[in-house]
């Protein structure tokens, strides 16, 4: 499975920026999520979301901010980062992976495929 991240760049507080992921193969049982890793941090859980049905999952530090969403003709999802924070500064990466339970759609080592990341950068 390949996956292609774009989007992110540089945005003021308070901004809005998207990223996307495109994948190469697509199940019914897949989830596609988005981590990230702060300059001198571990990567941290961002949002997920399931193919199959639809259900999305947020960090509680993202939620309300943050809107995941896909694109069935794409294989592509999205993430619509709105009141961005100095503190979203970070490295983005989309990861992919199928039939994970609940208790692991936060863990990054339950994702075998990774994206090559995108930056996004929130400053004044």
């Known amino acids: 499975v390949q996956l292609q991240a774009s989007g992110g760049g540089s945005v003021q507080p308070g901004g809005s920026l998207r990223i996307s992921c495109a994948a190469s193969?697509?199940?019914?049982?897949?989830?596609i999520a988005w981590f990230r890793q702060p300059p001198g941090k571990e990567r941290e859980f961002v949002a997920a979301?399931?193919?199959?049905?639809?259900?999305?999952h947020y960090a509680d530090s993202v939620k309300g901010r943050f809107t995941i969403s896909r694109d069935n003709a794409k294989n592509t999802i999205y993430v619509q980062m709105n009141s961005l924070k100095p503190e979203d500064t970070a490295v983005y990466y989309c990861?992919?992976?199928?039939?994970?339970?609940?208790?692991?759609?936060?863990?990054?080592?339950?994702?075998?495929?990774w994206g090559q990341g995108t930056q996004v950068t929130v400053s004044s």
């Open positions: 979301i399931r193919w199959n049905g639809g259900s999305t």
């Open positions: 193969r697509r199940t019914s049982n897949m989830v």
């Open positions: 990861a992919w992976d199928t039939s994970l339970i609940l208790s692991s759609i936060r863990r990054a080592d339950a994702y075998d495929y």
